[in-house]
């Protein structure tokens, strides 16, 4: 009987996991002139209870990486440079108002809409990889994008009230974009 019941609650608890929805990288689009560009949005990154916990006050950040590689044959890549930014949201209870930072941009933007928060948060527009590396004509490069949802560090006595919190990090896979400038 406890064997039967072992069992099924691990078969119960790879299937929950098998349908739960991974945050992914999606829609990028590269665009190099004078400067190289990266727009991108990140799917799936609110889990169930976030909104809950951000209109509680508690601050949420994602950061972002972007690494830029030159690839060789027959060799390991050239590493060209790491960028890192945060897009953070602080909800003010008494005003009823999100405010989210977007680091890349020197930008705070308040609302009081979820919707439009949520999509502050995800969306990464026209990210200047800079300082702009020069880069050359035919060679092949490799741009990989990842997300993150940083904890917040709690004082040590929340974090067993508020243990929750833990369950919502993730970290998506790379997401790799290959250019060729011309």
């Not at 078969?11 to 991974?22: D, H, K, Y």
């Not at 005003?95 to 919707?115: A, F, G, M, P, S």
């Amino acid at each position: 009987m406890k064997k039967g019941l072992l069992i099924i609650a691990i078969i119960l608890g790879f299937a929950s996991s098998s349908f739960a929805v991974e945050a992914r990288i999606d829609d990028v689009k590269v665009e190099y002139g004078s400067q190289l560009k990266a727009s991108f949005i990140v799917r799936d990154a609110f889990k169930k209870g976030m909104e809950e916990a951000i209109q509680s006050g508690i601050p949420t950040s994602f950061t972002f990486i972007v690494g830029l590689h030159r690839r060789k044959r027959m060799w390991f890549d050239e590493h060209i440079g790491t960028w890192k930014f945060k897009h953070t949201v602080k909800y003010d209870i008494l005003k009823e108002e999100y405010q989210v930072t977007i680091e890349e941009r020197n930008l705070v933007e308040k609302t009081k809409d979820l919707e439009e928060v949520k999509r502050l948060m995800v969306t990464c527009s026209d990210v200047i990889i800079s300082p702009l590396p020069a880069l050359r004509n035919g060679d092949t490069y490799k741009l990989m994008i990842k997300a993150e949802l940083d904890t917040v560090d709690l004082p040590f006595i929340l974090n067993y009230m508020l243990f929750f919190v833990k369950l919502w990090d993730f970290e998506t896979g790379w997401y790799v974009y290959n250019l060729t400038p011309q």
